[in-house]
């Protein structure tokens, strides 16, 4: 295969803890594998990046320091949280702050590339960071010959969200889908969530891992069923309430333990289900999967059980644990008892484990620079 020359740009990068973190690490220790000129724009942190250039051979650009301060939401008296809490949603909903500074950083960043590549690959979320690349991206500086937008949800049509998007925001997503060559999702039936007159863009690229890295746990059967669950929650969409509730009722012992960095939905539980339930922060994914996969089984709470295609399924199918998959208000409660009891019967099953490898991942994202 030749050497291609690549651009990605993502705010996501190692070490940060997240899908989005981890599609565009993978993928672009992947493709400098596969011996492609990488260069990466990111929010470059010397400590943790140089070693990645030295051993990947991948050129590293930084995005710059971001100027913008997050509010913190959890500090102060009750009505300082609310106002907090209110200003924080306002400035999301009204200007997409405060990521909305990447846009500008993206832009300046890529406006000073003086090189030119045979495939340019932004990564969502935030979705500023495909503003920023359309803003750069013009027809006498293309920066690359193709252009694809990596993304999960849409901008304006993603399932999370709690409030709708205001209106004008459609303009930036329609500008960057008019300019990008490709727009890829991670399950095909994604597309309809897309304006109409860009469908025929839209592409399945499921997310991506080097299946060889992760180290297991040699697994015994634990005394007390232990089962786990890591990831975010959404009040709207991935809520553990209805099957924390659930489990309230259950008499027999068990554990349940939860990595999250979203825990208001789960701290109340813990004074009524005590030493049944046990939440920790997140901490590095290689760790994680290793303690995941000394569980008994484990725990992925969808939010659609057509459309989505998270991460964390790909990860827990890694530590060879069955799975309890389920949309948050279905969960069948014999299904759980039975899982509780090591019954595993209904346990999730994937199709096609290989389109997750990161080979084949980064393959079909090469081959859109010959199209």
């Known amino acids: 295969m030749d050497s291609k020359k690549i651009l990605v740009v993502s705010s996501a990068f190692y070490p940060e803890n997240s899908p989005r973190s981890f599609r565009a690490t993978e993928l672009v220790k992947e493709l400098a594998r596969q011996g492609h000129q990488v260069t990466l724009y990111t929010l470059k942190k010397d400590e943790f990046h140089l070693p990645i250039e030295k051993e990947f051979g991948i050129k590293i650009k930084d995005l710059g320091s971001r100027k913008l301060p997050i509010i913190n939401v959890a500090e102060g008296s009750k009505m300082t949280v609310l106002f907090k809490r209110v200003l924080n949603r306002s400035l999301l909903q009204l200007i997409s702050y405060p990521d909305i500074e990447l846009m500008f950083m993206v832009k300046n960043a890529l406006k000073k590339e003086e090189g030119f590549y045979d495939l340019l690959i932004s990564v969502a979320v935030p979705h500023s960071i495909h503003w920023g690349t359309a803003w750069a991206r013009t027809k006498s500086r293309p920066l690359a010959t193709k252009w694809v937008a990596d993304c999960g949800d849409p901008f304006m049509g993603a399932i999370h969200d709690s409030f709708k998007k205001v209106f004008y925001f459609k303009y930036l997503e329609k500008w960057f889908c008019r300019k990008a060559d490709y727009i890829a999702v991670p399950k095909i039936m994604m597309k309809e969530n897309y304006y109409p007159e860009f469908r025929d863009k839209v592409i399945e690229i499921s997310q991506g891992f080097k299946f060889e890295e992760v180290v297991r746990s040699d697994f015994k059967k634990n005394e007390v069923p232990t089962f786990g669950f890591a990831g975010t929650f959404i009040r709207t969409t991935i809520n553990p309430t209805p099957l924390l509730e659930f489990l309230t009722t259950v008499d027999q012992p068990?554990?349940?333990?939860?990595?999250?960095?979203?825990q208001d939905l789960v701290l109340p539980f813990l004074p009524i289900l005590k030493e049944k339930l046990e939440v920790r922060h997140y901490i590095?994914?290689?760790?994680?999967?290793?303690?995941?996969?000394?569980?008994?089984?484990?725990?992925?709470?969808?939010?659609?059980?057509?459309?989505?295609?998270?991460?964390?399924?790909?990860?827990?199918?890694?530590?060879?644990?069955?799975i309890l998959s389920s949309v948050t208000n279905e969960f069948d409660h014999n299904t759980v008892r039975d899982f509780i009891a090591g019954n595993y019967t209904n346990s999730f099953v994937f199709n096609n484990i290989e389109q997750y490898k990161i080979e084949n991942v980064a393959t079909k994202f090469l081959s859109l620079s010959k199209e």
């Open 284 to 322: 590095p994914r290689i760790d994680l999967l290793k303690e995941l996969s000394s569980m008994d089984f484990l725990v992925n709470i969808a939010y659609d059980a057509v459309h989505q295609a998270p991460s964390k399924l790909i990860d827990y199918y890694l530590t060879g644990r069955p």
């Open 254 to 262: 068990f554990k349940f333990i939860i990595y999250t960095e979203t």
